[in-house]
């Protein structure tokens, strides 16, 4: 995962632009994607795809012509979807376009403006500071004009129509937590997951944040009926401890199985509450669609201080903290694709679990055994109203005896799904 | 207030009489009321309206002509609704009449006898001690006769036909905190709602109580139904911290409100929980009605030693705590008045708030900042199943920027009410 | 009690067979039993009678004679439904026929094999270790033959036909705890509803565990509608805490009933979740019966080294343990039979209990009696949602003062049952 989120680090990527089908170029060299383009004006919910964006080269130079801030050197440096500017002016008119953090004078912040026309550079601010008075030419070479909003699909199919989708924004340029882990993670997932046909059908949605899961969303009305739960990965390879938001539901089963794998990893971790701001959670947990998506990151969204500036870089995220975060996806998964409510068939008295080899013959002794105690409770609680990891939460048995459980009780022809 | 309350600590009143057509007459000179005068007889609910009570004197004098017993020195010295009596009695045969407080042996309690013909007074316990024995003259030149009972309300026109209704006592006697010190907070707080428009018709009932809560009850049956919510002021002057005692229900809009502003304004305070004793709450919140109507006081229904006697004097209240108490009732109907549920027009995604001028243009900051935050509170939860009180707790956003959040919102046609 | 425990200790109970048989005779010398005999056989649920086992004597031999281990010196010493055996064997051969507790040496384990044919012995590990390598006469005098299954049932009829059930088992051998003090605590229990007529009807079966459970289930499908509550009585006789296991559904009425007697009795006591392993609960609380079938236990199931062995003898269990479970049955079911709601007839507004002499005359005092406030609460919250439990826990009054209240206001008829 860390190979291809250095390949991918150095690209500008934005909402828009070949900077997104370059990476999703690179991500269908690991899993075949289906590649959408949607046009320039298409209404999507409430909003209009926007003009396509791409750029070739930006730079402020001195009088002497030499570049004080480059494109080339990082994608960083230009307002996200400026307007090509090609002029000279005095210092103190350019520092109206220029964005700085003075708090952290050695680095340069990520700004965009998609929706108010503009122009503008990044930078450090002691890169600025270092800057004498005088003439500078600005040059920014970008268009801005009628094209595509770029957004891909991988599916790996399972046994049921019903979806688990999980989204990652593709729309962040050279920033490596956010969200190139996140891309990484999803892509390996993607993979592992293809390597038994799941329960669940599990669509991967690689599309630019906001417009990106609006147009999805606009483009798959009548697909959303189908998605049962759903995973928004972000910020999934720094070194902090794991953080899953909940849905805005609360008790959505994919919150119930997220909280349940991390508690039971037994891995410092946070569960947090709901908020409408963040990444395209906010999308999919509109009241209007109120999906079953949480998100899972390692330190969320504004949480650490490299956020959104050039210190998120491929020093600050590690193949170890991605690894961390694929493994509890797929224990996450590996949960929520078993969890299923069965029906007792013989729900009056216990079964004779003896007459079909399922229960020791040697009576009296006070150890009875965990498979057997997963069995009978599987056989108690199978009324409809409880799934497996419900019966796993109440007997505090592990959720893999409560599944191995059920599937010996099927085989036996005592419930049924 | 406090004038106020000077100026109705002299009068005696009970639950039928010239004493409380003296008060209103008073607290009509602050705020219009109408005066109902309801006839001896009439059955309202399970009761009826009792006779009426007035006393011009009343008093206990020794064998030289002495008044050791004095009503004109205080209302309390007469056992409420006691029988005209004109005798002259040994003092054991009197001591059957008499009622005193061997605990607090400076004071005199205040004690009544509504529906049990009965002749009494009351005085201090080192006044009976002082008493030497003899014949003694006793006097009450009381009437007990058909009339009418006495209550009064005052509406302040809102938006809406449904009503908040307040209610506080006036059959007490000579007690400030019990309940003057209600009266008069009610009768400002009716004057501040009259500075605007409020969204609710709110409804001041002035009446004795039980009887007069009962009678109000039994005369506006349809009217009932319109009463949203409900508080009862009582106690409200004294130096304890506050206490809201919730409706029945406990989970009442107003119950939540006041738990809310209580918490929010982080001044010392009991929430506690409903009995179905205490002031008229008890028959607001009667299972036939079951309203959600709370109870606002200082320190709670006999929770000061002072209470029901004559300690419970110009001396126990303040001004400050009468403001205090006034303040927060304030902020709960600032709260309550605004406190509705939207239904977002928009919920299929986030609308576009950015074309709507209603949010930064400038991308990638981590700042978001607490109005925008609000609205996509507001727009996240407004499904027709959250208030903005709900809005303000799971967002831990200060009430009035949610609110300002819903207003901008519905002015930019995202939301309706 | 106690007695009682002395006299059925010897006897050689199992699931089926004359143990039992002497055993309900003995009971039945207590109160009037109704015995029921299933031949083997017959279908019951799930589940077919099984053969009817039955044993004269069994005993090890060495060489020499000598009888080293002795089914009359105690029923344990033999397998539960060991098939017939008579046979000269090397120590070595046998040692698979044996059961010991290591680590409790000098205990005799019980065990059983009901459902495999077996034969077998049960001895201290210390008396295994001090025979000599060797031939062994072994011989178990047993006959498993079609018979009958045997189980009785005492009633004490109540106002209603709808059923409270009592169950414990009767088909361990000699354990004092487990289950012969239950036995004696069902017995005792069943004499002390009979002193009244009680609301409830209420069932006493004495049934071998498991099968007897699911063999009475199986013949009273009709009436298992009409059990409201129950309670499985075991392990009702050691010198620890009282234990309550609540029934499935954790918030039946006998749950609250027994949560709120132990915690009012202030006796250290546990209450527990329910596990589908354990007494006959198993089967009562079966996900198609899902019945208010709750356990009491001193110390529950497989919770004290004792338990299933020889230990578990007459110096275990002791009189004022058992006549302590007596007492909280006795507490509980007084509770439970009269725990009904109530709807208030005059639920708007209090009515005027002074008038029909149920409310002090004098008003003004702060200390209203307890029995005034019963009445209040059970008016106040009978609105045929709340119970008088209900009413007790949210007034903190005791049930028996609300219980009182309510027989008073029925008597004044201002509630109906």
Redesign the interface.
Known sequence: MYALVERLYPLCRSITGDGVRATLEIVGEYVPLRVHEVPTGTRV???TVPQEWNIRDAYIADSGGNRVVDFAASSLHVL?YSLPVSATMPLDELRAHLHTLPDHPAWV????????P?WGFCLAQETLDALPDGEYEVCVDSTLTDGHLTYAEHVVPGQVADEVIVSCHVCHPSLANDNLAGIAVATYLARALAEQTPYYTYRFIFAPG?IG??TW??RNAERVDRVKHGLVLACAGDPGRLTYKQS?RGDAEIDRVLRYVLAASERPHHVT?F???GYDE??F??????LGVGSLSRTP??GYPE??TSADNLDFVSAEAMADTLAVCREAFAVLDRDRRYI?L???????L??RGLYD??????D?KQAQ?AM??V?????GEHGLLDIAE??RLPFDTVAAAAEALHGAGLIKA
Chains 1, 2, 3 share one sequence.
Do not use: V
């Open positions: 919910l409430d909003w996200g912040p990520y700004r965009t403006s998609y929706y108010k503009e906001t899961a609006i969303l606009a805005r509450e908020t409408p701001y906010r999308q947990c509109s009241p209007g669609f109120d969204y504004a956020y959104h007792n013989s729900p009056y008295g216990e079964p004779q003896g007459r013959s040697l009576g009296g002794r006070s009875a105690m009978l409770w056989l108690n609680l199978s009324d109440r007997s």
